[in-house]
């Protein structure tokens, strides 16, 4: 369980920086 929930939190993490960086190169 502790190996999936850890998974799960790299995962939205990695995400998350993904999304930001999509921000960050977007035009504001």
């Known amino acids: 369980m502790k190996c999936n929930t850890v998974d799960f ?3 939205s993490f990695h995400m998350y920086l ?3 960086l999509c921000i960050g190169l977007l035009p504001m």
């Open 9 to 11: 939190t790299i995962s």
């Open 18 to 20: 993904c999304y930001r």
